[in-house]
Nanobody
Framework: QVQLVESGGGSVQSGGSLRLSCRAL?????????MGWFRQAPGKEREGVAV???????TYAESVKGRFTISQDNAKTTLFLHMNSLKPEDTAIYYC?????????????????WGQGTQVTVSS
């Protein structure tokens, strides 16, 4: 199993930047096949934002390409999401996730573990 603890959310003006962090605490041997970030805005379904697979392949939602970057530390115990050029429509609760299904992209999270979420608010 893995426990995920997010941090780094907050409020920022449009055009600003934030960095989210997710500390992964593993209770058994082995690591997830992928790690990623999802978000859920009020009244909307949760959507995938970015994913990084075990071979470092990354996938991004079209809405964040060129603005967000997902990365991990060398030990793969901390996941980051660097968010630049933030827009009001990026306002949401952001969730860190660990995926255990060995497939590419967001489908990796078909069997997943989720963090508690961190709020990101972007004002215009």
């Amino acid at each position: 199993q893995v426990q995920l603890v997010e941090s780094g959310g907050g409020s920022v003006q449009s055009g600003g930047s934030l960095r989210l962090s997710c500390r992964a605490l593993y209770t058994i041997k082995g690591t997830p096949y992928c790690m990623g970030w999802f978000r859920q805005a009020p009244g909307k379904e949760r959507e995938g934002v970015a994913v990084i697979e075990s071979d470092a392949t990354t996938t991004y939602a079209e809405s964040v390409k060129g603005r967000f970057t997902i990365s991990q530390d060398n030990a793969k115990t901390t996941l980051f999401l660097h968010m630049n050029s933030l827009k009001p429509e990026d306002t949401a609760i952001y969730y860190c996730a660990a995926g255990h299904t060995v497939v590419a992209g967001f489908a990796c999270f078909a069997i997943g573990t989720w963090g508690q979420g961190t709020q990101v608010t972007v004002s215009s």
